[in-house]
């Protein structure tokens, strides 16, 4: 059906209402494969979710890049804080000596403080 700046490929199967499937299966191929597991542009994850009928267009695409990208510059100017700063000021989860981070591994996490 398409393909995103990424490099990931997006594939459509249609219904067939003979064996019982109403829906079409929709999936896509990243281009790492077995990486499943990354961002996918909101319009192509609309689209696999079945939110949207037609696969989004690359002028829609741009549009909305170009959007985004306003976005981000008027709220740097206005002095807005990125929610990743805002989290790094948050702080991790917190730790007790008596718990591992990892099975088997002693970590002295009062060193991170």
Known sequence: ??????????FEIPANPSIGKRRNSRYFEP???DRFDQDLPSEWESWLRNRRENPPTLEEINRNHEI????RKNAAEKGYIPKTAIQEKMGTFPRHEEYELMPGEKEDWKKEK
Request: glycine share 12%.
């Open 1 to 10: 059906m398409g393909e995103d700046k990424l490099g990931n490929k997006y």
């Open 31 to 33: 281009k790492v494969k």
């Open 68 to 71: 985004l990208e306003l976005t």
